[in-house]
Structures are given as structure tokens and as C-alpha cells.
């Protein structure tokens, strides 16, 4: 079980499709991370919200737009996605605290599995 | 840019055996995380650490941070079924507030 709570767990869709992945988080985290994770391979870094801010973006295409509407929710839009696009979207949030351990573990959700056809 | 590796890439071992993997950074970390994926699963949290030449234990596991702060380890005493899965740890650059860069992980597998 994960305190992390993504949906939908498995994403079926065209590349001419809208969709959107959510995740939402009630630990009071205020960072929220998308990473994107292909088979046998460890998550690669998209975006991180801090604050409800985007801090970082790892100049990910703009077919996929990320989006924070309050503290608890983080959205991923994603729009004319590519086939290479298929793989596990993983969320995660940590907490902001002090010092140079600023942030403390990331608790991932379960992630949502996207296939594009 | 900066990379994380790990090595092996995979590990298969008799259960009762010991096993260990390293993780490089090719820049000075500020902290480095372990985290443990199960096949089909998401990534959970295992430690972090934080100081020059820190060193960790949870129950047959123990974690290392070189004295550089450019490398880890993290070796299990005596495998069980139950450790099998990836095994990913993931630095923090001293410039990165929030990017942890993940390794490129290792794959545990424990023969009964």
C-alpha cells in the first residue's frame, strides 16, 4: 500500500488522444514529483513541484503538461503522445524541510502504466 | 551530465548468500538514497545518507557512503526470497534541492 494515490492505474491511448494521469497525496508533502519509467530501466526525472510551483523541468516535451491545483493534487496532461511515450508514470511527493537533507524520502504512488498505440 | 551507475546490473545468488551493490556518482553528491523496486511494483524507500563515510544498518542490511560522497553501497547478509527485486539508489547533486538522479539499478534474484 502506498499513501500515494494515482489514477488510472493503466492508460490505453491513441496519439491523437487527451488524456490526464492524477495523483493525489495527503501527507502534507509540498514537493510532488513526475518520473517516467521505461522497463528495466530506473525512473527518469520529468517535473517537480514545490509549493505548487514548478521548480523543474527536465526539458520534457510539451506534449506532456504538468499541472499542481492545490497541495495534495498533481496532474499530467498529455496530448499527441508518441508510441516511445509508453511506459510507468510514477508520482511521488516528499516533504521540504531544513538543512542540507532538505527533502526527505520520496513515497511513490503505484504509477500508471501507459500504452500509446 | 551527471550520471549515477550501478554495478552489477543483475545478480542472481543462492538464498543464504550474501550480496551487494555499488553505486557511482560521476559528480559530489549531497545525499544519496536507496530504494527497493519489486518486480511489477513501484519504488520504495530503503535509507538515506547523509555524512562522509556514513554507514547504516537495518537487520541484514547495510548501507555505505564513501568518504567522497561520490559513491554507496549496500550489501544484505544472507539473501532471502524476499529480497528479490531492483535495487536503485539515488543521489542528490550539492546544485539539486529536489532532483534526485536515480542509478541505473541492480536486479536481485535469489534462487531457493
Known amino acids: 500500500d502506498t499513501e500515494v494515490t494515482q489514477t488510472p492505474k493503466h492508460l490505453v491511448m491513441g496519439m491523437t488522444n487527451k488524456k490526464s494521469l492524477k495523483c493525489e497525496q495527503h501527507m502534507g508533502h509540498r514537493a510532488m514529483y513526475w518520473y517516467k519509467q521505461k522497463a528495466k530501466k530506473p525512473p527518469e526525472l520529468m517535473f517537480v513541484y514545490s509549493y505548487e510551483k514548478l521548480s523543474i523541468n527536465e526539458s520534457v516535451p510539451s506534449r506532456f503538461s504538468p499541472e499542481c491545483p492545490n497541495s495534495s493534487l498533481l496532474n499530467l496532461h498529455l496530448h499527441a503522445l508518441q508510441p516511445e511515450d509508453s511506459a510507468l508514470y510514477l508520482c511521488?511527493?516528499?516533504?521540504?524541510?531544513?538543512?542540507?537533507?532538505?527533502?526527505?524520502?520520496?513515497?511513490f504512488g503505484e504509477g500508471s502504466r501507459l500504452t500509446v498505440l | 551530465g551527471q550520471q549515477v551507475m550501478q554495478i552489477p546490473q543483475y545478480q542472481h545468488v543462492q538464498e543464504g548468500e550474501d550480496f551487494t551493490t555499488y553505486c557511482n556518482s560521476s559528480?559530489?553528491?549531497?545525499?544519496i538514497q536507496w530504494y527497493k523496486q519489486r518486480p511489477g511494483g513501484h519504488p520504495v524507500f530503503l535509507i538515506q545518507l547523509v555524512k562522509s563515510g556514513e554507514v547504516k544498518k537495518q537487520k541484514r542490511l547495510t548501507f555505505q557512503f564513501g568518504e567522497a560522497k561520490k559513491n554507496s553501497s549496500l550489501h544484505i547478509t544472507a539473501t532471502q526470497t524476499t529480497d528479490v527485486g531492483t535495487y536503485f539508489c539515488a543521489g542528490r547533486p550539492l546544485s539539486g534541492t529536489y532532483k534526485y538522479i536515480f542509478g541505473t539499478g541492480t536486479r536481485l534474484k535469489v534462487l531457493a
Open positions: 511521488a511527493s516528499s516533504r521540504i524541510g531544513r538543512g542540507t537533507a532538505n527533502t526527505g524520502e520520496l513515497f
Open positions: 559528480t559530489t553528491l549531497s545525499n
